[in-house]
Nanobody, 124 residues
Framework: QVQLVESGGGLVQAGGSLKLSCAAS????????MGWFRQAPGKEREFVAA????????YYADSVKGRFTISRDNAKNTVYLQMNSLKPEDTAVYYC?????????????????WGQGTQVTVSS
C-alpha cells in the first residue's frame, strides 16, 4: 500500500512559479513510476507529467512542455513538479499518482495510487 500526500499549492500571479511536492509512504517508492494530473472545475482530469522509477524517462502534456519539470528524489520518497511561467489556464487541483507497473500506466491515468490533491490558482 502506498499513500501519497501533495503539498505546495497556492495562489500565484500569471507568470509566476510554484513547486509541488508529493510525499509517498512505503519502502518501495523507488520502484514506482510517478505522475501528476490536474482537474479544473467542470473539466475532466488530465495528464500533466510523469517520471519513471529511475527518473531516466519523463513525459509531459503538450500544454506544459517547456514550462513544467517533473523530478524525483528516491531517498526522500518524494516527487516534485516545478511549474514556471504559470498561466490562468493552469488553475486546477493537482493530483499525484503512482503505479508499480509502468510509466505508461501512470500516463494513461490508471495508476494504482492517488493523492488527495492540492489547489493551484493562477490569477491574471
Amino acid at each position: 500500500q502506498v499513500q501519497l500526500v501533495e503539498s505546495g499549492g497556492g495562489l500565484v500571479q500569471a507568470g509566476g512559479s510554484l513547486k509541488l511536492s508529493c510525499a509517498a509512504s512505503g519502502r518501495t517508492f523507488s520502484s514506482y513510476a510517478m505522475g501528476w494530473f490536474r482537474q479544473a472545475p467542470g473539466k475532466e482530469r488530465e495528464f500533466v507529467a510523469a517520471i519513471s522509477w529511475s527518473g531516466g524517462s519523463t513525459y509531459y502534456a503538450d500544454s506544459v512542455k517547456g514550462r513544467f519539470t517533473i523530478s524525483r528524489d528516491n531517498a526522500k520518497n518524494t516527487v516534485y513538479l516545478q511549474m514556471n511561467s504559470l498561466k490562468p489556464e493552469d488553475t486546477a487541483v493537482y493530483y499525484c499518482a503512482a503505479d508499480v507497473a509502468s510509466i505508461g500506466t501512470v500516463v494513461a491515468g490508471t495508476g494504482d495510487y492517488w493523492g488527495q490533491g492540492t489547489q493551484v490558482t493562477v490569477s491574471s
